[in-house]
Every structure is written in C-alpha cells, then in structure tokens.
C-alpha cells in the first residue's frame, strides 16, 4: 500500500508546480471544487464522503488521499465511510453491467454490418 501523508506532500507539492506553469487551469479546478460549498445544500461531511465514493470509481489515488484527509479533519467515522465506499462499489459493478450491454449492443452493430443483406451474396457464400 502506499505510504498515504508522504504522497499527499508530494501530491501537493507537483500540483503546486504545475499551478505556477499554468495557473489558471488550478484556479479553474479550484472554482469547481469550491462550488459546492457555496449551495450549501449538503454540509462538508456529506460532500467528502460523495468525493471518496467517487475518488475510489474515478482509481483517483491523488483524490483519496485529499479527500481522505480532509474526512478526517471533519470527524467522519469509519463507518460512514464504509458506506460511502459501499455505494462505490455497488455503482462499479452497475456501471459493469451497463456497459457489458452495451458491449454487446456493440457486437450485435458490428456483426450486423459484417453479414451481407438477404438476397445479396458479396462473398458468394451464405453466412
């Protein structure tokens, strides 16, 4: 597993590099990220526990380790978070199932476009 607190400082510290390069790309992330609070339709808990669930869907490690901080820093309980986590992994394997209909949606399109239409024999063999 990886050693979390050294790679937040290090995650910090690269995101810093990269917001004197380009700057206002951070400001515009930064923005987005603000933009919740200022609703304030869920409180901070809430919001920290929906960015875990969706850092673990997104495999954001970066986003865990800021967001896990963060839970803590607010006194989400473990069990919130297992929760939270809960939803993450049941949203993966309906997104799992979504998405094999649609790779089979897929097969059928492309199996579709590769037989020839009835009565026509581009091949000269029957399928």
């Given at each position: 597993?990886?050693?979390?607190?050294?790679?937040?400082?290090?995650?910090?510290?690269?995101?810093?590099?990269?917001?004197?390069?380009?700057?206002?790309?951070?400001?515009?992330?930064?923005?987005?990220?603000?933009?919740?609070?200022?609703?304030?339709?869920?409180?901070?808990?809430?919001?920290?526990?929906?960015?875990?669930?969706?850092?673990?869907?997104?495999?954001?490690?970066?986003c865990i380790t800021v967001h896990a901080a963060e839970?803590?820093?607010?006194?989400?309980?473990?069990?919130?978070?297992?929760?939270?986590?809960?939803?993450?992994?049941?949203?993966?394997?309906?997104?799992?199932?979504?998405?094999?209909?649609?790779?089979?949606?897929?097969?059928?399109?492309?199996?579709?476009?590769?037989?020839?239409?009835?009565?026509?024999?581009?091949?000269?063999?029957?399928?």
């Amino acid at each position: 597993m990886l050693n979390w607190i050294d790679y937040r400082k290090k995650l910090v510290s690269r995101i810093g590099e990269f917001a004197a390069a380009s700057p206002e790309t951070v400001k515009g992330y930064q923005a987005l990220s603000k933009a919740g609070e200022k609703t304030g339709h869920l409180d901070a808990k809430t919001r920290e526990l929906i960015a875990l669930a969706v850092a673990v869907t997104t495999r954001c490690d970066g986003c865990i380790t800021v967001h896990a901080a963060e839970a803590v820093r607010l006194g989400v309980s473990k069990n919130e978070i297992a929760e939270a986590l809960g939803v993450a992994v049941a949203l993966n394997a309906g997104a799992a199932v979504v998405y094999s209909a649609r790779a089979i949606d897929a097969l059928e399109a492309h199996r579709a476009a590769a037989t020839p239409a009835v009565g026509h024999h581009a091949t000269g063999t029957d399928r």
